[in-house]
């Protein structure tokens, strides 16, 4: 005998089964090669089941780019992965739509703390208190994919804030520690992204402990072969930049030289394209681990004491632009000078010169001049005197 489900237990069920996605919820996208993974959260701590879901961001993950800006200069870019951000009324009791969502950042750098938060009133544009917001994108499955990344909630977004080096007192060489992201619906608190262990043991979270500043470039890199540079004035000494490109990607490089001016200065690449003074534009060689060789002509014009040569590299990869720097330490003497021609003694031999007044050699003395005449005069006398005698 067949039982039937009473028509309101039917309803409800039918009610449920359309609430519940066709797409299972799963991990955030490995991060490119130029991402730098700081957290990966918990695929469902938000949207996990009906009684668990509430307004707010669902959180994947939070990825690093270092990179350069050319209002900015250095930045720090944190890109946000989510999905959601306003739940069915069916699943939250008919609350109504926050008025705000906000997705706050803390960090710190070398102890100092750090807070910045994305704020959206529409789910679609978003402002904040960072330097620079790039609006959200919608994410893909893996980042040479064209196939859209779909959760629970439906397409998967990122969402990115800069943070300006100069402004905040940021360098490299610092240590980035305490990450984290806390999501809200207004003033409730939502989703929470800190790489901390969960309940559920079938969610992997992963949380990068420390991240240091500049210490593995992700697009570019650049190495000189010398720290320290020892000449004369005058002379040439070549230093050789190497230029290596991170990604499987066609990028766009300069580089530029900082330093004391000077004859030299100039940079030559592989031997192919001419010199250019303190400046170059070249495509960088294409491929993971492709390098350019780039030289650098230094012709000191004046002695310079531990003075700092830096070579700065940028390389433009599309949607982020990596910038490196490299310097090294250049002292230039005066060379020298050669000393006069001495005599046998080893002393240096005297040498006259004529006496010199305004209008030229000076002229003999009258008294001088007569003194010939003088001794003829005496000596025609003794010879008169001579022969009167004879």
Not at 53 to 63: P, Q, Y
């Amino acid at each position: 005998m067949v039982r039937r489900l009473p028509a309101t237990l039917l309803v409800t069920l039918i009610t449920l089964m359309l609430l519940v996605p066709a797409t299972s919820a799963h991990p955030a996208r490995d991060p490119c090669d130029w991402e730098q993974r700081l957290i990966h959260d918990h695929k469902d701590d938000l949207s996990g089941s009906a009684v668990e879901k509430k307004h707010g961001h669902e959180l994947h993950a939070l990825d690093l780019v270092e990179a350069w800006d050319e209002e900015l200069g250095d930045v720090l870019a944190f890109r946000l992965l989510y999905e959601g951000g306003y739940a069915p009324d069916q699943l939250v009791g008919g609350d109504p739509k926050p008025d705000k969502l906000r997705d706050v950042l803390t960090f710190k750098a070398d102890g100092d703390t750090h807070t910045f938060e994305w704020t959206t009133t529409d789910n679609k544009a978003f402002s904040g208190t960072f330097d620079k917001i790039v609006q959200p994108k919608e994410l893909t499955k893996a980042c040479d994919s064209t196939q859209k990344d779909e959760g629970h909630l439906g397409q998967r977004y990122v969402v990115e804030g800069w943070v300006a080096f100069e402004e905040h007192g940021l360098a490299k060489g610092m240590t980035i520690k305490d990450h984290k992201v806390d999501g809200y619906a207004d003033s409730t608190k939502a989703d929470t992204m800190d790489g901390s262990a969960r309940t559920n043991e079938d969610d992997a979270s992963f949380h990068l402990a420390a991240y240091e500043i500049g210490a593995r470039p992700k697009i570019i890199d650049l190495a000189l072969d010398w720290k320290t540079v020892d000449m004369k004035v005058g002379e040439n000494k070549t230093v050789v930049a190497t230029v290596t490109n991170r990604l499987d990607k066609d990028q766009a490089a300069r580089v530029v030289y900082d330093g004391p001016a000077m004859a030299g200065g100039v940079f030559h690449l592989n031997d192919e394209i001419g010199y250019e003074r303190g400046e170059m534009a070249f495509p960088m060689a294409s491929g993971k681990g492709a390098e350019n060789s780039i030289h650098l002509y230094l012709v000191p014009e004046e002695p310079l004491s531990d003075k700092t040569v830096t070579v700065h590299l940028y390389g433009d990869m599309g949607d982020y632009t990596g910038h490196v720097t490299k310097s090294l330490t250049l002292t230039a003497t005066a060379p020298v000078q050669e000393t006069p021609p001495t005599g046998p003694s080893g002393t240096q031999e005297e040498t006259t010169t004529p006496v010199m007044d305004d209008d030229g050699p000076a002229e003999e003395s009258p008294v001088v001049a007569f003194m010939p005449l003088l001794f003829m005069a005496l000596a025609a006398l003794a010879l008169a005197r001579k022969k009167d005698g004879a």
